[in-house]
């Protein structure tokens, strides 16, 4: 199943993608704006769907002023397989937030990024979660990671650090993100990749993170934030 573009599973066409989007919309749009919305087809070959579609009577065409706007036709036999294509990507997200809010070594934050986010993957696309997990026992600070007050403020208040009771966190940990492939795999059928970062790898990342860094804080899909906890700003690395 294509959870990248759930359409994709009952029709391999875009008039499926451009039926999930006036289902998701909820009211009528222009041709552009249904080609801002849709995860994948040039303006051109959207405005020829849509002809085709109210052709055949799933879409209704009408005049707004000047602008010739499109509606999914709710009352066609069909309409409901669009209603339910369009909340499959919306079930998946929540399916996500309830496991990692159910997990008993908590993450600090996750986001879905990538083909996932965007929509605009194909049946074989990966699924990527960033996660960012806590303090655990025995786990330091790196001597790279110093940066001034206001950063090192942060990084204190910032740092959950997990009981030093508690020793194998670390192993319940990665056992959670075991578990987490396997569901990924039974929901969608499609392969869940992880990128699973300490906080401080997060707060202060290598050079090599910043480009996945760029693609969560552009494109990501929130589904867990520690309260309190800083999200980065959109012009800098993260910073707690």
Known sequence: MDLTDPT???????????????????RPLTVGQVASEAARGSEIGIRRSL????????VRATLMGRNQVHELNREHVAAQVAVLLAGLRVELWE???????????????????????????????????????????????????RGDLRAQVADAAGAVTLSAADRDADKRWEGQLAELHDRVARWTGNPLQIVDLSFYEWRHPPQEYQPLLSDVRRDGIELVKMRGLKIWPTTSPADG
Not at 8 to 26: E, I
Not at 51 to 58: I, S
């Open 8 to 26: 994709r599973a009952v029709t391999p066409t875009l008039d499926g993608t451009v039926l999930a989007v006036l289902a998701a919309a909820g």
């Open 51 to 58: 002809a085709r579609l109210v052709d055949q009577g799933t």
């Open 95 to 145: 399916r996500f937030r309830a496991e990692l809010r159910s997990w008993k070594v908590a993450p600090l934050y996750a986001a879905v990024f990538g083909s996932a986010a965007r929509g605009d993957g194909d049946v074989d696309s990966d699924i990527d979660l960033l996660v960012v997990h806590q303090v655990f026992p025995g786990e330091r600070r790196p001597t790279t990671a």
